[in-house]
């Protein structure tokens, strides 16, 4: 079934043109990602079909039976309700319908009611009905639901009661998300939805869109992500959409086939016009070759040329140097606990880098990784420990807050000012690199993008050329292609790096050491990101197994314990029935002798002659077979 039909849709903001002939399908279960640059129009488009813009031309066509539930970036909810309460108004209509099946078992416990066979009957009838839509409506699922979600998205049972209005806007954006998904719409579409949650959370939540009963139009940043739930991804580029099968991965090998076959394509057409050009120039004067060079003219004025196929929009362009290089040691973090007004985020903090590290600090939201990265910075100063650095290192350090990217000054000063002593021309050339071009440069610093707020910082932090990199979540705010370029950078930097990310795929590239920050202090991986996460994998069989090993090793050792008792019983049930089995045998022996003597008895003269001997006799030895059965019967059974 086709949930959404986008066809032909255009968009201009004033005389820009952001969008044109924009087409894209998406049909019951597909997972489609959009992707494209910083400013291409994805956010646009998402806006658009969930009815929250206008078009200027175009067509989208969706069913109205078909519900549709979209997140915006960072959308927070904003109420005076706790977090059990918010979720629970998903539910309301449920709530509902429970109250009036109370009402209902109240209504048939009444004796005017129940002994009115009519008006019980349909009654009960109704009360029926209603318990079967409440149950295939999720009424019996929905607590649970909501518990799984919020604990998924980091919001534990003893949060529930935690009032929204008190929590961080990231924090708030994940509760938006859940409350969306707990919506279960037909449709759902998520514009960046994996800021602001850390690996756990983020692999929690591949996990369930990836069993997710309905569609899924989503905008992402986050590679891994990509590659594990899409299996469609539209690029917005040049105003324009294309589509391609599989997921981030295939997209990438099939966008460099499709561009290399294009251009082969477009080269050959190239090379075939200018021969014909050439030979219409050479010839069209001669009379003797005028009508071929007139033929060739026909030709290719008939020809439908191939118009150059659009390779990629300009990528920012840099690498960083380093003035000198550092000694071996860089850093030493010893025992270290940070935080604020005399509270400890973290503890126990032992940290060691040497020159060329490339490491990544890694944990769950709140741990302390921000705060740990502004005391080795010396913004924050430690509450317990030391951090002591090695020789001749100098720190360029990169605030996710771009904290004090705020100035009204213009992007070329903003820049210029911290390197006075670099020409006017250098400076606009670095700002050139990092896509400020013409005009751009005369922007007001704080009307500027997330984005291009990130782009000028990295620009400051490449002409500072520091041997320490310190970056708290450098890739946040850039599109895919600007994170690649970044990778590559600090891959071929020739000093020390130290960051925090949530993205995998870039902690996969650049990191050669994991060092995961919990609540009993940091344990270092020596690895990238998957080998990190196998250690984890492995240390977490380990734990699992120990669990099952402990309980059945108490198990065995009380079985073997068991077993000598029950083999000590055993013997002496054996011995037992061999003392009763020789008795047996004994008794039945003496009990056949005395039957033996007794029918001898019987024929004698004297005793067959005389009636009551005989009957005397007679009795004695039935008594002695009954005897004897007995026996026969104890030693059969003791012989099994």
């Known amino acids: ?35 494209g640059r910083n400013g291409a129009g994805k956010s646009t488009l998402l806006k658009i079909i969930a009815g929250e813009l206008s078009h200027n031309g175009g067509e989208i066509i969706k069913p109205k039976e078909v519900s549709v539930g979209y997140l915006a970036q960072n959308t927070g909810l904003e109420t005076s309700l706790t977090i059990g309460e918010e979720m629970l108004t998903v539910f309301a209509h449920l709530q509902d319908m429970e109250r009036t099946i109370r009402k209902m078992e109240q209504e048939m416990g009444k004796e005017e009611v ?66 969306l998904l707990l919506t279960k719409p037909d449709l759902l579409i998520l514009d960046e939805p994996t800021n602001h949650l850390d690996i756990e959370t983020l692999t929690w939540l ?27 991804v539209y690029e917005i580029s040049n ?18 086939a499709w561009y290399e076959q294009e251009m082969k394509r477009y080269e050959k057409q190239q090379d075939e ?52 290089q550092s000694g071996n040691d860089v850093l030493q973090v010893t025992d270290v606990a940070v935080g604020y007004d005399e509270s ?30 502004k005391a080795i910075v010396q913004k924050l100063d430690p509450l317990h420990g030391k951090i002591s650095f090695g020789s001749n290192v100098s720190i360029g350090y990169y605030d996710q807050q771009q904290a004090n990217l705020t100035s009204s000054k213009r992007v070329l000063d903003e820049l210029w000012d911290e390197f006075p002593l670099n020409p006017e021309k250098e400076i606009r050339t670095v700002l050139g690199n990092f896509l400020f071009s013409g005009d751009d440069v005369l922007k007001p610093v704080s009307s500027l993008s997330g984005g291009e707020k990130a782009r000028l910082a990295l620009a400051k932090l490449m002409m500072q050329k520091c041997n320490v990199l310190i970056l708290d979540e450098p890739t946040n705010h850039l599109d895919l292609s600007s994170k690649e370029i970044l990778e590559n950078a600090l891959i071929d930097f020739p000093g020390t790096i130290l960051f925090v990310s949530h993205d995998r795929y870039f902690i996969n590239r650049v990191a050669t050491k994991v060092v995961e920050l919990s609540s009993n202090g940091a344990t270092e991986y020596l690895g990238d990101y998957d080998y990190y996460m196998e250690k984890k994998a492995e240390i977490l069989e380990r734990a699992q197994l120990e669990q099952i090993i402990q309980p059945v090793q108490k198990s065995e050792e009380a079985a073997e314990k068991r077993n000598y008792q029950e083999d000590k019983e055993r013997k002496k049930l054996e011995r ?58 104890q030693w059969e059974e003791l012989q099994i």
């Open 206 to 232: 591949e996990q369930y869109l990836q069993g997710y009963p309905g569609a899924i139009l989503i905008v992402s940043h986050d590679r891994y992500f990509l590659d594990r739930l899409v299996t469609q």
């Open 114 to 179: 129940f002994t009115n066979e009519e008006r019980y009957n349909k009654l009960l009838a109704e009360y029926d009905r209603l318990q079967q839509d409440y149950k295939d409506q999720g009424g019996y699922q929905y607590e649970a639901d909501i518990r799984s979600i919020l604990t998924g998205l980091g919001f534990p049972a003893p949060t529930h009661n935690t009032y929204i209005s008190t929590l961080s806007g990231g924090q708030k954006t994940r509760l938006a998300l859940g409350k």
């Open 344 to 373: 400890a985020v973290i503890k126990h903090v032992h940290m060691y880098l040497t020159r060329g590290d490339s490491t990544a600090l890694v944990g769950p939201n709140g741990i302390g990784k921000s705060t740990l990265l």
């Open 1 to 35: 079934m086709i949930l959404l039909q986008v066809n032909g849709l255009t968009k201009l903001f004033g005389a820009d043109v952001i969008l044109s002939n924009i087409k894209l399908e998406v049909q019951a279960r597909d997972r489609v990602a959009l992707v």
């Open 576 to 633: 037992q029935r061999a003392r009763k089995l020789e008795e047996l045998e004994e008794l039945i022996m003496e009990l056949e002798e005395k039957i033996a003597v007794l029918e001898e008895q019987l024929c004698l003269p004297e005793v067959y002659q005389d009636y009551e001997k005989v009957q005397s006799i007679n009795l004695e030895k039935q008594s002695l077979h009954d005897q004897l059965d007995a026996c026969m019967t």
């Open 239 to 256: 105003t324009q959409s294309k589509r391609y099968t599989g997921n981030y991965s295939k997209y990438l090998e099939q966008k460099d």
């Open 273 to 324: 016009v200018a021969k014909l050009q050439d030979f219409v120039q050479r010839n069209i004067a001669r009379a003797s070759t005028t009508k071929r060079a007139q033929s060739r003219r026909k030709q290719l004025d008939r020809m439908e040329l191939i118009a150059r196929p659009l390779g990629d929009e300009k990528s920012a362009s840099f690498h960083f140097d380093i003035e000198r």
